[in-house]
């Protein structure tokens, strides 16, 4: 909540009180040390009468930062400032005691050592009247910062000449692969004026064969991968431009893909001697045009807008009447909305006149436009601004320049490092040369100063210096632009090719200015090199490949040409196989298939063909092998070579033979185990089922599978179904099913229980293929451990009566001696005999407590529902501990053993809560649900159930679904709806 506004006169002035200590003697001294020795330039400015300013404190850094010696302490500023600056001083002291606040600006000295540039702040002081007594101020010092802007601008000019006028095509797109930019050289090399090429997409530029290979170099400029490679494209007239490229993807500051750098080199006289190309790509952002003058009326309590004219509309990209009925809070974007908040609330208290800002406005689809924002409030006297005129103007595209201009520079740097291309100039009246940053490390120099012209020339190899310096002098001369491609040493004695370049800069028929790059071209060197020997690589290949590999004219279907392991698998000789067909090697039973391909190649209905066959040897044996064919064209014309490729499979095909026989054997081992096994697909329907399985459910194969999930049939409860459905859904998310024991019925209606678990077999990709479920027929254990826990509960009762009649009447009995004695005696010992007597009572209720749960009569002698009403009253006062009992009468249980599960189960949840939960309340109910089943809940409001108890039950919760499981009931724990648990024990109940 915003704190009511304070009047300007009821508002405390911003300043500090000096102690009435300050004006002593010694702490004046002190604090004129401190100001002395400080390493900062600190100073202090007195107020006299009259506003009479002189020099009271200064440091050591502020004297040498302004010029001023150490006797100027104690003497007026108008003896030791010089005007202009005198006056711009005292009227920003004058500013600081008039409004009580710290006045900061920029100021510049000029020094014999140069041009000092700092930021002054000033703080006035006030003694306990309020009256300034002092000002304290700090200058720092941002000359190297003014000297590192300045020189950062040139940098950026000096790198955009070199562009403009590089011999080298500059070319960037943005993230949708239009174009962004092209320098003189681009355009020209394409024929386009530079305005023409700008805003279309790269595509225009390249013909289909272009086209069809730009999205995969689009594809690797957004995955972050720099490439060099040679690349077609299309000029205006429709003739081909072949190009070497060396591209490189841009990134904003927040990593994000926004276009792609590229640096074209026309190779088209060269590249026409060569076969290949790759396709180049490159991408850069769009520029904004600049936008009207959008003008608001403003409501300045609520920011809501009154009145807008259309150029408003347009920049918010709303209608009149959408904007009309919102408000700045509903434009602004959320990051500006504080700062615009700020200055409202500024202009409303009367703090500033006017605020100008830029933010941006955030539209509907999540796009932004950045806006100028002046705010100018309209007065009435006597009265805050009600209202507001906000002008709002578009200055997207500047913002996109400034950022473009930043990257821009970034991105010059890169692109010489990434294509090994440096740029130099130099002034032909003073010879001075200037190299870029990968210039020199092309040369290795060691230092960003470039040499003289002489010793740049020595860098040359002896046989290459005339060339090039009959070049340079051709071009001052004469204005003769030169391309060469000359051998260079660098300083460090590293021999590479390099290509200069160089053009002339003429004013008034005379030469001024040269400017050209250095490209390391040793690679594409060394590539003509590998041009020449890729034939016998090729050749070297097809003799030693691990393949058989073999030429085959297309007409006649005979062997033109077969490596060395082409005959060895079909066991003949290279000389014998040029005699033959592909087909007379062939099996005869799979001749048809392969004569039926052949035909289907030959005629241009398939590119190529696959086929695992038999070929006979010479000696009549048989050979597997993997075939592959495809047709091999000329660089013109139809195709008229088939190109074959067999890879002998035979060891392969035995190993399949053998993993066949395995499987028969795994499928007649799982057939007859005793233990089910089944097996679904992704859907739940049951693809096999062995032996066992079928002899528990009593259906036969046929009957199961192949059909749907088991939830379908008959022989599952609607819980263990519903149970059964979040396991498969469970599964097909890759999860495994814990062991779980569920009731499965025969088709004769006979019950079993059967301790089911899962595990999923996954598709090479991940996902889930098959749901193998297994499980083991545990009726005839339970049945076994039902009989222990009888005879166990008749261990316990007969435990329980022997402590209740044998040890607790014997304890009654002591407890009455006790309390005889203790009338007999008197003072301490009687004090004694009392205490003692109590501790007896209290053994007595716990062993009768102890009794009463190992032999739970009350089952017997009340019936279920007053044992349970027993055990709430025995929580309320043994625990003190709230406990309510809420049982339908109607219900009768008639076995007794049935009622003794109910009720031990109902004992163990209600222990657990209170051994564990420390609940405040339990409640107990038991109530029919439907007209087959009834249900018993024991809830708390405890500190619920741990991680590790809900993932690993103990005892007791084993216990209790085991008990469970023996009335054919079902048990569920879970969270409380707010806290604590609910344990939920479901059983069948027919009145």
Same mark, same amino acid.
């Given at each position: 909540?915003?704190?009511?506004r304070?009047?300007?006169?009821?508002?405390?002035?911003?300043?500090?009180?000096?102690?009435?200590?300050?004006?002593?003697?010694?702490?004046?001294?002190?604090?004129?040390?401190?100001?002395?020795?400080?390493d900062?330039?600190?100073?202090?400015?007195?107020?006299?009468?009259?506003?009479?300013f002189?020099?009271?404190?200064?440091?050591?850094?502020?004297?040498?930062?302004?010029?001023?010696?150490?006797?100027?302490?104690?003497?007026?500023l108008?003896?030791?400032?010089?005007?202009?600056?005198?006056?711009?001083?005292?009227?920003?002291?004058?500013?600081?005691?008039?409004?009580?606040?710290?006045?900061?600006?920029?100021?510049?000295?000029?020094?014999?050592?140069?041009?000092?540039?700092?930021?002054?702040?000033?703080?006035p002081?006030?003694?306990?009247?309020?009256?300034?007594?002092?000002?304290?101020?700090?200058?720092?010092?941002?000359?190297?910062h003014?000297?590192?802007?300045?020189?950062?601008?040139?940098?950026?000019?000096?790198?955009?000449?070199?562009?403009?006028?590089?011999?080298?095509?500059?070319?960037?797109?943005?993230?949708?692969?239009?174009?962004?930019?092209?320098?003189?050289?681009m355009?020209?090399?394409?024929?386009?004026?530079?305005?023409?090429?700008?805003?279309?997409?790269?595509?225009?530029?390249?013909?289909?064969?272009?086209?069809?290979?730009?999205?995969?170099?689009?594809? *690797?400029?957004?995955?972050?991968?720099?490439?060099?490679?040679?690349?077609?494209?299309?000029?205006?007239?429709?003739?081909?431009?072949?190009?070497?490229?060396?591209? *490189?993807?841009?990134?904003?500051?927040?990593?994000?893909?926004?276009?792609?750098?590229?640096?074209?080199?026309?190779?088209?006289?060269?590249?026409?001697?060569?076969?290949?190309?790759?396709e180049?790509?490159?991408?850069?952002?769009?520029?904004?045009?600049?936008?009207?003058?959008?003008?608001?009326?403003?409501?300045?309590?609520?920011?809501?807008?009154?009145?807008?004219?259309?150029?408003?509309?347009?920049?918010?990209?709303?209608?009149?009447?959408q904007?009309?009925?919102?408000?700045?809070?509903?434009?602004?974007?959320?990051?500006?909305?504080?700062?615009?908040?700020?200055?409202?609330?500024?202009?409303?208290?009367?703090?500033?006149?006017?605020?100008?800002?830029?933010?941006?406005?955030?539209?509907?689809?999540?796009?932004?436009?950045?806006?100028?924002?002046?705010?100018?409030?309209?007065?009435?006297?006597?009265?805050?601004?009600?209202?507001?005129?906000?002008?709002?103007?578009?200055?997207?595209?500047?913002?996109?320049?400034?950022?473009?201009?930043?990257?821009?520079?970034e991105?010059?740097?890169?692109?010489?490092?990434?294509?090994?291309?440096?740029?130099?100039?130099?002034?032909?009246?003073?010879?001075?040369?200037?190299?870029?940053?990968?210039?020199?490390?092309?040369?290795?120099?060691?230092?960003?100063?470039?040499?003289?012209?002489?010793?740049?020339?020595?860098?040359?190899?002896?046989?290459?210096?005339?060339?090039?310096?009959e070049?340079?002098?051709?071009?001052?001369?004469?204005?003769?632009?030169?391309?060469?491609?000359?051998p260079?040493?660098?300083?460090?004695?590293?021999?590479?090719?390099?290509?200069?370049?160089?053009s002339?800069?003429?004013?008034?028929?005379?030469?001024?200015?040269?400017?050209?790059?250095?490209?390391?071209?040793?690679?594409h060197?060394?590539?003509?090199?590998?041009?020449?020997?890729?034939?016998?690589?090729?050749?070297?290949?097809?003799?030693?490949?691990?393949?058989?590999?073999?030429?085959?004219?297309?007409?006649?279907g005979?062997?033109?040409?077969?490596?060395?392991?082409?005959?060895?698998?079909?066991?003949?000789s290279?000389?014998?196989?040029?005699?033959?067909?592909?087909?007379?090697?062939?099996?005869?039973?799979?001749?048809?298939?392969?004569?039926?391909?052949?035909?289907?190649?030959?005629?241009?209905?398939?590119?190529?063909?696959?086929?695992?066959?038999?070929c006979?040897?010479?000696?009549?044996?048989?050979?597997?092998?993997?075939?592959?064919?495809?047709?091999?064209?000329?660089?013109?014309?139809?195709?008229?070579?088939?190109?074959?490729?067999?890879?002998?499979?035979?060891?392969?095909?035995?190993?399949?033979?053998?993993?066949?026989?395995?499987?028969?054997?795994?499928?007649?081992?799982?057939?007859?185990?005793?233990?089910?096994?089944?097996?679904?697909?992704?859907?739940?329907?049951?693809?096999?089922?062995?032996?066992?399985?079928?002899?528990?459910?009593?259906?036969?194969?046929?009957?199961?599978?192949?059909?749907?999930?088991?939830?379908?049939?008959?022989?599952?409860?609607?819980?263990?179904?519903?149970?059964?459905?979040?396991s498969?859904?469970?599964?097909?998310?890759?999860? *495994?099913?814990?062991?779980?024991?569920?009731?499965?019925?025969?088709?004769?209606g006979?019950?079993?229980?059967?301790?089911l678990?899962?595990?999923?077999?996954?598709?090479?990709?991940?996902?889930?293929?098959r749901?193998?479920?297994?499980?083991?027929?545990?009726?005839?254990?339970?049945?076994?451990?039902?009989?222990?826990?009888?005879?166990?509960?008749?261990?316990?009762?007969?435990?329980?009566?022997?402590?209740?009649?044998?040890?607790?009447?014997?304890?009654?009995?002591?407890?009455?001696?006790?309390?005889?004695?203790?009338?007999?005696?008197?003072?301490?010992?009687?004090?004694?005999?009392?205490?003692?007597?109590?501790?007896?009572?209290?053994?007595?209720?716990?062993?009768?407590?102890?009794?009463?749960?190992l032999?739970?009569?009350?089952?017997?002698?009340?019936?279920?529902?007053?044992?349970?009403?027993?055990?709430?009253?025995?929580?309320?006062?043994?625990?003190?501990?709230?406990?309510?009992?809420?049982?339908?009468?109607?219900?009768?249980?008639?076995?007794?053993?049935?009622?003794?599960?109910?009720?031990?189960?109902?004992?163990?949840?209600?222990?657990?809560a209170?051994?564990?939960?420390?609940?405040?309340?339990?409640?107990?109910?038991?109530?029919?649900?439907?007209?087959?089943?009834?249900?018993?809940?024991?809830?708390?409001?405890?500190?619920?159930?741990?991680?590790?108890?809900?993932?690993?039950?103990g005892?007791?919760?084993?216990?209790?679904?085991?008990?469970?499981?023996?009335?054919e009931?079902?048990?569920?724990?879970?969270?409380?709806?707010?806290?604590?648990?609910?344990v939920?024990?479901?059983?069948?109940?027919?009145?």
């Amino acid at each position: 909540m915003k704190s009511p506004r304070k009047t300007a006169a009821a508002r405390p002035p911003k300043v500090s009180y000096a102690s009435a200590s300050q004006a002593d003697t010694s702490s004046a001294a002190a604090l004129a040390k401190i100001y002395l020795h400080a390493d900062a330039a600190l100073f202090s400015i007195s107020v006299g009468p009259r506003q009479v300013f002189r020099l009271q404190n200064a440091s050591l850094r502020f004297l040498e930062l302004t010029g001023l010696k150490k006797n100027v302490i104690g003497r007026p500023l108008v003896e030791l400032l010089p005007q202009p600056g005198l006056d711009r001083v005292v009227r920003h002291c004058r500013k600081a005691i008039r409004t009580r606040k710290t006045i900061r600006w920029d100021d510049i000295s000029t020094l014999k050592s140069g041009t000092r540039h700092g930021q002054v702040s000033l703080t006035p002081v006030a003694d306990v009247s309020g009256r300034v007594t002092h000002l304290s101020g700090f200058v720092h010092d941002i000359t190297e910062h003014r000297k590192a802007e300045q020189a950062l601008l040139q940098s950026a000019e000096r790198f955009r000449r070199i562009v403009e006028t590089a011999l080298e095509g500059v070319w960037t797109i943005d993230a949708r692969s239009l174009t962004d930019y092209v320098n003189p050289k681009m355009a020209q090399m394409m024929g386009y004026k530079a305005e023409e090429m700008l805003g279309r997409p790269i595509s225009d530029f390249l013909d289909d064969e272009g086209r069809a290979l730009l999205n995969a170099h689009i594809k *690797n400029r957004k995955n972050g991968i720099s490439d060099h490679f040679e690349f077609k494209y299309v000029r205006k007239d429709g003739s081909p431009l072949w190009a070497f490229v060396s591209t *490189n993807p841009i990134y904003n500051s927040a990593g994000e893909y926004v276009g792609a750098m590229a640096l074209l080199t026309d190779i088209s006289t060269r590249r026409a001697a060569e076969a290949a190309m790759q396709e180049s790509d490159a991408q850069f952002r769009a520029i904004f045009e600049q936008a009207a003058v959008g003008v608001a009326l403003v409501d300045s309590s609520s920011g809501r807008f009154l009145s807008v004219n259309q150029r408003a509309c347009e920049i918010s990209r709303l209608t009149r009447s959408q904007l009309l009925s919102s408000s700045f809070k509903a434009v602004a974007h959320p990051e500006d909305l504080k700062k615009l908040q700020e200055m409202m609330q500024k202009l409303r208290s009367g703090l500033i006149p006017t605020c100008t800002m830029e933010i941006r406005c955030l539209h509907a689809a999540g796009s932004t436009t950045w806006v100028s924002l002046t705010i100018s409030p309209m007065w009435k006297k006597g009265e805050p601004p009600s209202r507001c005129v906000a002008i709002m103007q578009d200055i997207t595209a500047r913002k996109e320049a400034e950022s473009s201009l930043a990257r821009t520079t970034e991105l010059l740097e890169r692109t010489g490092e990434m294509a090994r291309i440096g740029g130099w100039e130099l002034d032909v009246a003073t010879r001075r040369l200037f190299w870029s940053l990968e210039t020199c490390r092309l040369f290795e120099i060691g230092t960003t100063q470039a040499p003289s012209v002489e010793k740049a020339i020595d860098f040359y190899t002896p046989e290459a210096r005339p060339i090039i310096r009959e070049a340079v002098q051709k071009a001052i001369d004469h204005g003769t632009a030169y391309d060469v491609e000359l051998p260079v040493i660098t300083a460090k004695g590293r021999l590479f090719w390099a290509r200069s370049q160089g053009s002339a800069i003429r004013k008034n028929g005379r030469t001024v200015q040269l400017i050209g790059t250095f490209q390391d071209i040793t690679t594409h060197r060394q590539a003509e090199q590998a041009l020449i020997e890729s034939e016998v690589r090729f050749r070297t290949i097809f003799e030693q490949a691990v393949v058989g590999v073999g030429l085959v004219d297309l007409a006649t279907g005979r062997f033109i040409d077969v490596n060395l392991r082409y005959a060895t698998i079909v066991g003949r000789s290279r000389r014998e196989m040029l005699r033959l067909s592909a087909e007379e090697l062939t099996h005869a039973e799979d001749r048809p298939r392969h004569r039926r391909m052949y035909q289907q190649l030959k005629s241009g209905a398939i590119p190529e063909f696959h086929l695992e066959q038999r070929c006979l040897r010479q000696d009549g044996s048989l050979v597997w092998v993997n075939l592959n064919a495809s047709l091999l064209s000329p660089l013109t014309g139809r195709a008229d070579q088939m190109l074959v490729m067999v890879e002998d499979i035979t060891s392969r095909k035995l190993a399949e033979e053998n993993y066949r026989r395995e499987q028969g054997f795994n499928e007649i081992l799982a057939s007859h185990t005793s233990a089910i096994i089944i097996l679904m697909d992704r859907r739940g329907h049951i693809m096999h089922a062995n032996d066992a399985a079928l002899q528990l459910t009593g259906f036969s194969r046929k009957e199961i599978v192949g059909k749907p999930p088991p939830w379908d049939h008959p022989f599952m409860e609607k819980a263990e179904k519903d149970w059964a459905k979040k396991s498969i859904t469970d599964m097909l998310a890759g999860k *495994n099913m814990d062991t779980r024991e569920v009731s499965i019925f025969s088709k004769d209606g006979r019950r079993h229980i059967v301790a089911l678990s899962s595990i999923i077999t996954k598709t090479p990709d991940g996902g889930v293929d098959r749901i193998i479920i297994t499980g083991t027929d545990l009726t005839e254990r339970n049945r076994l451990q039902k009989e222990i826990l009888k005879i166990s509960e008749q261990e316990q009762a007969r435990i329980g009566h022997n402590l209740h009649d044998g040890i607790g009447q014997t304890m009654t009995g002591i407890s009455s001696l006790i309390e005889a004695l203790a009338g007999e005696l008197t003072g301490s010992q009687r004090e004694s005999a009392a205490r003692i007597y109590q501790l007896m009572q209290q053994a007595i209720q716990e062993v009768r407590h102890m009794s009463h749960s190992l032999s739970p009569a009350s089952v017997k002698n009340r019936g279920l529902g007053g044992a349970l009403h027993l055990l709430a009253e025995t929580i309320r006062t043994n625990h003190r501990t709230s406990c309510t009992c809420e049982v339908d009468p109607d219900i009768k249980v008639e076995d007794p053993e049935k009622e003794t599960h109910i009720y031990r189960i109902a004992q163990e949840a209600a222990n657990n809560a209170l051994r564990h939960g420390r609940p405040s309340s339990i409640r107990i109910s038991l109530q029919r649900k439907g007209e087959e089943n009834a249900v018993l809940k024991i809830e708390d409001n405890g500190r619920g159930l741990s991680k590790r108890a809900a993932s690993h039950p103990g005892i007791g919760m084993r216990v209790m679904d085991y008990r469970a499981n023996l009335i054919e009931g079902s048990l569920i724990v879970k969270k409380g709806a707010r806290r604590g648990v609910s344990v939920i024990c479901r059983f069948p109940y027919s009145p």
